[in-house]
């Protein structure tokens, strides 16, 4: 009943921005001179508002569609989110209204809905770690729930790299680890190359070369891991992806006393360097913070250029890189 609601109310936001489509179809099919498209009308509308005619359209048409959709999305949402018969339902209505927010680009909304899930994660945690009371439902923490858990996650962090939110994938990150830390056990390789993939984009936008060469190198491993049939040209070409995005990383800088620290400051992103931590605050708070991140993504706890490049040679990735990209590494 649920799945049917959502499913209507779906059908009429995509009705009425068909609708509105139409509309503004049907208009531009009444104009008869293309060189004379504004009337005295329009300009008199546009000197009062910036709107357009499409924008009245949607505004009119499509506009509270829209909110009921949303509306409608929330208020599942909340009813099933502390059921746990309901768990499949819950995923399901994610699933649907992450692609609401990517297919009408409402980034506000989609926001809004990061928040609302982090708050049913902590109340699950809550439940899952309270005694169990005669008349009150328990929440347990299967292979199944965490799967799902992730699955919708990693959809979320999809989402956020479409739209172009880098901040709310960052947040995404931690709700993925927060998850992972329930259980000791790490998920299914295909899941963890999914989410590494979508790493690459986001460590390659802020900038941060240093996460964003590990993210490959981590996604190339577990794509050989759970796809023994990976083609020969596909593996060349991620292979060759792994050493490109090392090289990317600037130079290591290292002082006389060879200060491991400073390696790890000089690296964090690729922009910033410092030769003396202890004279140098944001220095010292850029290394707190690429530890927190590299715990987050399971890297080395001190990651580095020089030692991800030993990976690569020891693993022996090299071998299936493109012949000239190895010239040039050499």
């Known amino acids: 009943v649920i799945l049917y609601l959502v499913e209507l109310a779906e059908k009429r936001a995509a009705s009425a921005k068909q609708k509105a489509d139409n509309v503004a179809l049907a208009a531009a099919a009444k104009i008869s001179d293309l060189d004379e498209v504004e009337t005295p009308e329009s300009i008199m509308l546009s000197s009062m508002t910036e709107e357009g005619d499409k924008d009245r359209t949607d505004r009119e048409v499509v506009i509270p569609w829209l909110k009921f959709l949303w509306e409608t999305f929330r208020a599942v949402l909340e009813l099933v989110s502390r059921t746990p018969k309901m768990e499949r339902v819950y995923h399901k209505c994610c699933e649907r209204a992450f692609k609401f927010c990517q297919d009408y680009k409402r980034v506000m909304e989609f926001r809004r809905l990061c928040d609302t899930l982090r708050n049913h994660l902590s109340t699950l945690q809550k439940m899952a770690n309270q005694p169990a009371k005669t008349g009150r439902m328990v929440f347990e923490w299967t292979p199944e729930a965490i799967e799902m858990q992730l699955q919708t ?12 939110l880098w901040n709310e994938g960052f947040r995404t990150v931690e709700d993925i680890h927060a998850i992972i830390q329930i259980t000791k056990k790490t998920p299914k390789p295909r899941l963890m190359a999914i989410y ?4 690459t984009r986001i460590f390659w936008v802020s900038g941060n070369y240093l ?5 490959w190198y981590r996604y190339f491993v577990l794509c050989c891991e759970c796809r023994r049939d990976m083609k020969a040209d596909e593996r060349q070409y991620q292979a ?6 090392a090289l990317c990383i600037p130079p290591t800088l290292i002082d006389q006393n060879n200060n491991k620290s400073n390696a790890a400051v000089l690296n964090m992103g690729g922009r910033h360097g410092a030769s003396n931590i202890s004279d140098d605050p944001e220095a010292a708070l850029a290394i707190e913070k690429n530890r927190e991140m590299a715990l987050l993504l399971d890297f080395h706890s001190d990651p580095t250029r020089q030692s991800l490049i030993s990976e690569i040679l020891n693993k022996g990735i090299l071998n299936e890189v493109n012949s000239e990209l190895v010239e040039l590494y050499n």
């Open 196 to 199: 590494y993939e979508k790493l």
């Open 211 to 215: 996460f964003h060469a590990y993210a």
């Open 153 to 164: 996650r990693f959809n979320q962090l999809e989402v956020a790299t479409n739209l172009e």
């Open 240 to 245: 060759s992806c792994v050493l490109l995005a």
